[in-house]
């Protein structure tokens, strides 16, 4: 059976490109800061984004997690979006290693405006947790993949940091986000103290994720790192194929971003079906219930015919264009996803 694989843009295989490089990779002990590898890669990741320095982390979960212990002490409150990744999808892992509160805003397409953080921030008072941090995320996943624009990630940055907050971006997708706004990356990550962003999702690198910020917060992130297991050896088989990632892999995520809008544009087409917001990157975020089905009902049907998809909470669904994903898998979904609506409402009579 035909396979589309739309759950993920983290199911891309390296390249041919990141094989060879993996390879022939010059290696060392990164423990003792000797993998040659690494530490270009750690420099080319700085230099990217504008910062001093960076980090090699194991995945995005460690660079957020070992980025948000960099920046608080335990008891102090975060500021996030309430469907942020680090808060929804990383295990709690901010309250149980960091010993942090999440302060939740519920934010249109995930975008938090300085309005959001005033109303959340509490007045200094004995019984109240001291605020330290906000985090934002762009592209933002959960939300179908919505770009912060620079004036956005300034309006928030520089009202969190006259209220003395520091701003985490986690930037997993902050490429797609550049993509999409037709501009240089460090822009968008100039404004925030932290970032982090990840080799293996759309940039089809294998592993690893990398924190990047000043150099007093990263020699921080980097004892965290430690305390996490994230110490590393040979890592630099690791970062060559992040090398190639960053120097070759970001401007076809144009082609991710085409895909991801033609299926949009069709899935919009069937009765019963919403695009819900608008597809701006890689990932297309749907509901379904106008179809008298659950997300996760949807998703099963929709598999039976080897077209994989992701469930959210309730009636909606994500597809995620990758790599692995060509124009014509994407008219083969579309075509998947009127048959079985078709089928579905000829079974439960029109709505
Ligand atoms: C926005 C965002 N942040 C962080 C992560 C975590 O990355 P990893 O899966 O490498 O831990 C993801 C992964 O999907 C993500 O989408």
């Known amino acids: 059976m035909r396979v589309v694989d739309l759950r993920s843009d983290t199911v891309t295989l390296p390249t041919a490109e990141m094989l060879d490089a993996m390879r022939s990779a010059p290696l060392g002990d990164d ?55 680090a808060y929804c999808y990383e295990a709690g892992a901010l309250s149980a290693f960091g010993g942090l509160i999440p302060r939740l805003v519920k934010a249109q397409r995930g975008i938090i405006t300085p ?17 330290s941090l906000v985090c934002i995320e762009n592209t933002h996943n959960l939300a179908g993949g919505t770009v912060w624009t620079l004036a956005q990630t300034k309006a928030v940055c520089d009202f969190a940091h006259e209220r003395g907050l520091r701003v985490h ?22 404004e925030a103290d932290s970032m982090m962003f990840c080799l293996s999702k759309g940039l089809s690198a294998p592993i690893g994720s990398l924190a990047v ?19 590393m050896r040979q890592a630099g088989v690791i970062a060559a194929a992040g090398i190639v990632a960053i120097e ?34 890689n990932i297309v975020v749907c509901d379904v219930s106008g ?46 996803a009127e048959q079985t ?5 000829h079974h439960h009579g029109p709505f």
């Open 248 to 281: 070759r892999m970001v401007d076809r995520l144009r082609d991710d971003h085409a895909n991801a809008k033609l299926l949009g544009k069709g899935l919009s087409s069937i009765e019963g079906i919403i695009i819900d917001p608008e597809v701006e990157t």
């Open 31 to 85: 423990a003792y800061g000797e993998d040659p590898t690494v530490n270009s890669l750690e420099e080319l990741a700085a230099k990217k984004m504008g910062k001093e320095a960076a980090l090699l982390t194991t995945s995005g979960t460690q660079a957020n997690l070992v980025s948000i212990l960099s920046q608080t002490k335990r008891g102090e409150e975060v500021i996030l979006e309430m469907y942020a990744h």
């Open 291 to 336: 179809l008298g089905v659950s997300g996760e009902e949807w998703v099963k049907k929709l598999g039976e015919s080897g077209v994989k998809i992701g469930a959210l909470d309730g009636s909606k669904v994500r597809m995620v264009t990758h790599r692995g994903i060509e124009e014509d898998d994407i008219h083969y979904t579309i075509s998947v």
């Open 213 to 231: 910020g000043g150099r007093e917060f990263v020699d921080t992130a980097r004892r965290y790192r430690m305390m996490l297991g994230g110490g």
């Open 115 to 131: 309005g959001d953080i005033a109303a959340s921030l509490r007045p200094v008072n004995l019984h109240f947790p001291p605020t």
């Open 341 to 345: 609506a078709k089928a579905l409402r």
């Open 169 to 190: 971006l986690d930037g997993a997708r902050i490429f797609n986000a550049a993509i999409a706004l037709n501009m240089d990356v460090a822009q968008l990550t100039r």
